[in-house]
Each structure stands twice: as structure tokens, then as C-alpha cells.
């Protein structure tokens, strides 16, 4: 399995998102499951757009991140059902195509192969548009 030379720097995002991943080739996906957990994430990963359409649902995930060209529903037309019935989802598509000359709005592209950098920038551009999230207290710690 491939391994990630990682900028230490990168490794604590202060976002943690909650991703889902939809890539098709099983090497990929491992690798991008790691990455994003390297990147501070945590992540689920699914290997086709109808698994994935039977994993989403409200508050589970922030961002889903998905190839565009996968068997059967291509990752752009599982983006555009769930963005139908879930107005907040963020989608990042992460593909060997091109962006299109009109890409659907809200979302982003990185072309394949993309940098940690790029990757990182494009789910750093996510963790800004949405609403923080309640943090849980601290323990409160008896006085000695």
C-alpha cells in the first residue's frame, strides 16, 4: 500500500471533518482514507455511489468526497441527488477530469493527481463555509 509523505505542519487541521469517500479502486481508496486522517478527518470510505446513497443521511457527514468517474452512477449524479435532498452537503470531487465549464455550485474540483496541499486547501475552503460545531466541555477536575 502506498504511504503518505506528510508536512507535519498539515497534520493537525483544526476542522475535523467527518467525509465520506466514494472511490472505486480499492488502492485509492485506502490512500485517501489515510490521508484524511492524517489531515486531522475522520472519514468513512465506500467503494460506489449506490453504497454511498444508502450511507448519507443528515448530520452523519460534512463533506463528501467523491471520484467522477465511478461504475454505474457516476459521482456527479449521486452529488446531484443528494445536494437535492440535503441543500447543506459540501461535495469535492476528486477525479481525472477536468472541472466543467459550469460546474455544479458549491461544489469543488481537484484534478487527479492532486497534491496534499491542494486537497487540503479544497477541504480547509469546506470546514470554513459551515457552522461550527459545539465542542463537548472540558471534565471538570476535582480541586485536591
Known amino acids: 500500500m502506498p504511504t503518505i509523505d506528510l508536512d507535519p505542519s498539515r497534520a493537525a487541521s483544526p476542522s475535523g471533518l467527518r467525509v465520506l469517500v466514494v472511490e472505486d479502486d480499492p488502492a485509492a481508496l485506502a490512500l485517501m482514507l489515510e490521508t484524511m486522517q492524517v489531515l486531522g478527518h475522520w472519514a468513512a470510505g465506500v467503494s460506489s455511489a449506490e453504497v454511498a446513497k444508502t450511507r448519507y443521511f443528515d448530520g452523519a457527514f460534512d463533506v463528501l468526497v467523491a471520484d467522477v468517474g465511478l461504475p454505474a452512477l457516476s459521482g456527479v449524479d449521486l452529488a446531484r441527488g443528494l445536494l437535492a435532498r440535503h441543500a447543506g452537503l459540501k461535495v469535492i470531487f476528486v477525479t481525472g477530469y477536468p472541472a466543467p465549464a459550469e460546474p455544479i455550485p458549491g461544489t469543488l474540483w481537484i484534478q487527479k493527481p492532486f497534491t496534499l496541499e491542494q ?8 470546514a470554513a463555509e459551515l457552522p461550527s460545531r459545539p465542542t463537548a466541555p472540558a471534565p471538570a477536575w476535582p480541586a485536591r
Open 119 to 126: 486537497l487540503g486547501a479544497a477541504l480547509d475552503a469546506v
